[in-house]
């Protein structure tokens, strides 16, 4: 996996909240592994890259140590490890930090990673696309999750033509508001959102890097319309009434996910083109009622105001406003419902699961602000 300096802190941070166990002991740690550049069909050892160990703690986080590669692209590291942390290597090559999977103690032999030249024209490609739609609410928008993988089939890592350029883009439906990056291979900070327009900042090294957006479409677009990815399109839509065309996705068996029912429509491999969601009349006429209706309440709410205080009536304090579920019971409960079972479910059920605990994490999180 690679990562920009920019991105170093996310991935840390992702690596640390992988680290649970309470009680720190101090054992003999070792680490050890080779650097390769991909070449042609095949990867040949590199000498001389800066390899760099970090920990990652509830009480620190940072670099520990760093070496350099030999002639055969070989590293070791050995210090005196702790128990409760997570530990990182990564390799800086061409001014890309290119991170392997974290390990925890007392170590690991062999692990390898995979570096690759730089180019602003190796060939990216929107690999797959799994879309939840989520019906109206009382912000006259509807919910959108969109989880999609870019995919790098080629020997180099794709960077951007300059600091400023993206090294790869995404267009979101026409009308799409507060764009926002959820959990993924790609930290938000990589990420620059345009109008419709979605700007991975970040290199894209050879690979898979998956990515998930959240995003409200108004009612009153009631025809809005994806980019079909290359591989495979899942569209998963909870509201009654609504039908899909395009890009070869035909009718599939249903997701049930946390009580509710969301409507499938799948193609592998997508036929190209974007992919249409046609919702049930009365969408745009929802949207202009629920406008009417927020003015309404907003006067009523003012001559309610102003007849209070003319009243001069005692002050009494009103009720306190409950708070939401208890949302992080819900994210266990989802994850007991899901635990070990990523091979026993087929991958748009896996995916919708994904995309709620991501929405519930999202709410919990807001209410821990709110509340603070």
Not at 300 to 329: C, E, I, K
């Amino acid at each position: 996996m690679a990562a920009s300096r920019r991105s170093r802190a996310a991935v840390l941070g992702a690596a640390l909240a992988l680290s649970t166990s309470p009680l720190a002991g101090q054992v003999p740690l070792a680490i050890s592994g080779q650097t390769t550049r991909i070449q042609g069909p095949d990867t040949v050892p590199v000498r001389g890259v800066q390899i760099t160990l970090h920990r990652v703690s509830r009480t620190a986080q940072g670099a520990i140590d760093s070496t350099t590669t030999g002639d055969d692209g070989r590293f070791r590291f050995r210090a005196a490890g702790d128990t409760t942390a997570i530990y990182l290597v990564s390799a800086n090559y061409a001014g890309i930090e290119y991170f392997a999977e974290p390990v925890r103690m007392p170590g690991v032999e062999g692990i390898r990673i995979i570096v690759s030249d730089t180019s602003s024209t190796a060939p990216v490609r929107l690999g797959t696309r799994h879309l939840i739609i989520r019906p109206p609410d009382a912000s006259g928008s509807r919910a959108i999750l969109d989880l999609f993988s870019i995919r790098n089939d080629g020997a180099e890592t794709r960077i951007g033509r300059d600091s400023l350029s993206a090294s790869w883009q995404v267009i979101l439906p026409a009308g799409a508001l507060q764009p926002e990056v959820q959990e993924g291979d790609i930290s938000p900070s990589a990420v620059r959102f345009r109008g419709d327009t979605v700007d991975v900042l970040a290199p894209i090294a050879p690979g898979v890097k998956n990515m998930m957006l959240s995003y409200r479409l108004p009612v009153g677009k009631d025809r809005p319309a994806w980019i079909a990815p290359a591989d495979s399109f899942d569209v998963l839509v909870e509201e009654e009434g609504a039908t899909v065309h395009g890009a070869g996705l035909e009718p599939a068996a249903p997701v049930e996910l946390m009580g509710s029912t969301l409507r499938r429509w799948t193609a592998s491999p997508p036929t190209g083109g974007s992919a249409e969601v046609k919702f049930a009349g009365g969408s745009a006429a929802l949207g202009r009622l629920l406008y009417w209706l927020v003015g309404l309440v907003a006067v009523a709410l003012a001559t309610g105001a102003a007849l209070a205080f003319r009243r001069q009536s005692r002050n009494v304090a009103p009720p306190a406003t409950p708070l939401p579920a208890d949302l992080v019971g819900e994210i266990a409960r989802l994850d007991a419902r899901y635990a070990g079972s990523r091979d026993r479910v087929g991958e748009a059920e896996w995916a919708a699961y994904e995309a709620e605990r991501a929405r519930l994490k999202a709410a919990a999180l807001a209410r821990r602000r709110t509340h603070r």
